[in-house]
């Protein structure tokens, strides 16, 4: 019943949001952060550290994948010559280890806020918002 409330309490601020922003990413974003706060259940103390240092990770993740997503936006696999082929998979190996040093570098700051428990939680909070988000957008619904 908990779980029902909760799912229910995000998909009305999902609404709210909706209805108060126009750009998609911020409106993602608050959601994502609702999500979040909903599966922490972090102190006031907590809260107060945390939410600077996890906006300031998510900003960095999202600048990280424009860098890279931009990269070979307009041209498809079968339609690359050599040449960019390999630089995109170069490129692709590239981003998956400024990716992972990102999440070695919040890994410690996150530490100095959350127990080690609220960090899996947070990032098993994060999968679950990115697998709900995917299943949204193929429903048509974001």
């Keep these: 019943m908990k779980q029902i409330i909760f799912i229910l ?8 949001t909706i209805v108060a922003q126009g750009d998609g990413g911020g409106r993602v974003r608050n959601i994502r952060k609702e999500y979040v ?13 945390f939410w600077p240092i996890y906006s300031q990770y998510l900003e ?4 990280l994948r424009k860098r890279f997503k931009n990269q070979f936006i307009h041209q498809e696999n079968g339609k690359l010559s050599d040449y960019d082929a390999y630089r995109k998979v170069d490129n692709n190996i590239e ?9 070695k570098k919040y890994k410690e700051a996150f530490l100095s806020v959350l127990s080690p428990q609220q960090l899996a939680d947070l990032y098993q909070a994060e999968r679950e918002f990115k697998q709900m988000l995917i299943e949204r957008m193929k429903d048509g619904v974001w």
């Excluded at 309490?9 to 709210?16: D, E, G, K, V, Y």
């Excluded at 706060?37 to 550290?49: D, F, I, N, P, S």
């Excluded at 981003?95 to 999440?103: A, C, P, R, V």
């Design 37 to 49: 706060k909903g599966k922490l259940h972090l102190t006031e103390a907590q809260g107060q550290k």
């Design 9 to 16: 309490s995000i998909l009305l601020l999902a609404a709210q």
């Design 95 to 103: 981003y998956k280890e400024l990716d992972l040093n990102l999440s």
């Design 60 to 63: 960095e993740r999202s600048t």
